[in-house]
């Protein structure tokens, strides 16, 4: 039997049966090698390769760990490839209070009037943790509808003023503005976070959100089964691709949506009194950073 230092050193820290099976083994291929007249000694040569196929082992399997943590990433990303802008834009009918939402943030111009706008008015909010977000509010008629395809590519998030005191009456035209911008493109697929804000809560006659929601639900579920006939209000989308909302053959819930969609009530310029913090807004966009 040929002797080798490292089958010695194994000799002592493994079973007899063991070290036959692999003095059996060693010279075995020992005499396959032989004639070759290798200018190295089986032993080293054997280690070499042990040595190699431990590491296309290890790199099989923690290469591969490696990789599913990149994938966890990734899904992240494959989660619909989030990859949202950084423009909180603020959305509604006209007379909601858009605009005098967009001052209460940011620090713009109080000259810019509460009063139908025509263009978008664009400000700057910093968040907690000093990041400059654009704030744009889109008016409730006009051109400037044209572009929300657009605007809504880069949006961060969305939120959507309602006005309380007048609800009930616009609740099918609330309703449809709502479908059409859950329905675009890159808020649905980037699941655009949205803020449904009942604005006015300072006038005593504003709805109550529970309601706003229920009546949302319900106009939604309407909506769905008979928006083909319905012209699309945000324009340009002849190539726009059919998004389904919720879950068919189950009534409409925001529930049920890829978005995360809250509801939220107060007041963005009370007629009265001190200016209410509109706390609400603030955390739900600070919860929207990525
Ligand atoms: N009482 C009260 N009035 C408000 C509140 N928010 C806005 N308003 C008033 O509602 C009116 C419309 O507000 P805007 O901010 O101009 O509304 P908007 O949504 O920007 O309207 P468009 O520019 O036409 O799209 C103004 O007279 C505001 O002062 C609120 O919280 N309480």
New binding site residues.
């Given amino acids: 039997m040929k002797e080798s230092a490292i089958l010695n050193q194994l000799k002592g820290v493994l079973p007899p049966h063991i070290m036959e099976i692999i003095y059996f083994r060693y010279n075995q291929i020992d005499s396959y090698l032989k004639p070759y007249n290798l200018p190295i000694k089986t032993d080293i040569l054997l280690l070499a390769l042990f040595t190699l196929v431990f590491i296309i082992i290890s790199k099989l399997v923690f290469g591969s760990s490696g990789n599913k943590t990149r994938s966890v990433g990734g899904r992240a990303n494959n989660d619909k490839k989030v990859k949202r802008g950084n423009t909180i834009v603020?959305l509604?009918?006209?007379?909601?209070?858009?605009?005098?939402?967009?001052?209460n943030l940011t620090n713009v111009d109080k000259k810019i009037?509460?009063?139908?706008?025509?263009t978008t008015?664009n400000g700057a909010y910093i968040t907690e943790n000093k990041k400059k977000l654009s704030v744009i509010?889109?008016?409730?008629?006009?051109k400037a509808k044209a572009s929300l395809p657009k605007i809504l590519s880069n949006s961060a998030c969305i939120i959507y003023?309602i006005?309380g005191?007048t609800f009930i009456d616009n609740s099918t035209q609330e309703a449809q503005y709502l479908y059409d911008i859950l329905t675009n493109e890159s808020v649905y697929q980037k699941k655009i976070p949205v803020l449904i804000f009942n604005?006015?809560?300072?006038?005593d006659s504003t709805i109550d959100t529970e309601q706003v929601t229920n009546i949302l639900e319900r106009e939604l579920d309407d909506l769905r089964r008979t928006r083909g006939a319905t012209p699309i209000v945000l324009g340009q989308e002849e190539d726009k691709k059919d998004i389904y909302l919720g879950i068919e053959g189950t009534p409409f819930q925001f529930d049920h949506l890829p978005n995360d969609v809250q509801f939220s009530n107060?007041?963005?310029?009370?007629?009265?009194g001190e200016l209410?913090e509109i706390e609400d807004i603030k955390n739900f966009i600070q919860s929207t950073i990525l």
Avoid at 92 to 103: C, D, E, P, Q, V
């Fill in positions: 603020i509604g009918l006209s007379n909601a209070g858009k605009t005098a939402l967009l001052l009037a509460t009063h139908t706008s025509i008015n509010d889109v008016p409730g008629n006009g003023v006005d005191t604005n006015k809560m300072d006038l107060g007041s963005a310029a009370p007629s009265k209410k």
